[in-house]
């Protein structure tokens, strides 16, 4: 199941496009982090890669992505020079039922995402 919109192409980078496949999965009232959406992909040490096919993502397909679902191991939002998306990214996140500690962590015993099942991995590595 390839995410399909007009900004999302085949000139859109291939692991791009697996990111937002995988992102795509992530339930509401779950967060997943870079890392385990990198691990998903085969690409364990891929974190930031992941974090940049997110930053690229064209904005007419955030509705499709829930990109805000994707925080840091820490269970933090990363703050990369844009003052006001991680603002924008804690109140989705609140809106989805996520709670924030007082430090601005998520407790990711409570709302990691588990993952997706190994059958949907198994097809999606065979498309890589």
């Known amino acids: 199941m390839l995410v399909r919109d007009a900004k999302i192409t085949k000139k859109t980078p291939r692991f791009h496009r697996l990111v937002y496949q995988v992102v795509r999965r992530i339930p509401r009232g779950k967060v997943a982090t870079y890392g385990q959406v990198a691990a998903i992909l085969g690409q364990p040490r891929a974190a ?12 007419p397909s955030a509705h499709i992505v829930p990109w805000q679902r994707v925080i840091n191991a820490a269970g933090r939002i990363s703050f990369r020079g ?47």
Do not use: N
């Open 48 to 59: 930031r890669a992941v974090g940049q096919a997110l930053r690229m993502l064209p904005r």
């Open 82 to 128: 844009d003052v006001l998306r991680p603002e924008l990214q804690r109140e989705i996140l609140e809106r989805e039922g996520i709670a924030f500690s007082r430090g601005g962590t998520v407790d990711l015993k409570r709302f990691l995402w588990a993952g997706p099942k190994k059958e949907w991995v198994s097809r999606l590595r065979t498309e890589m």
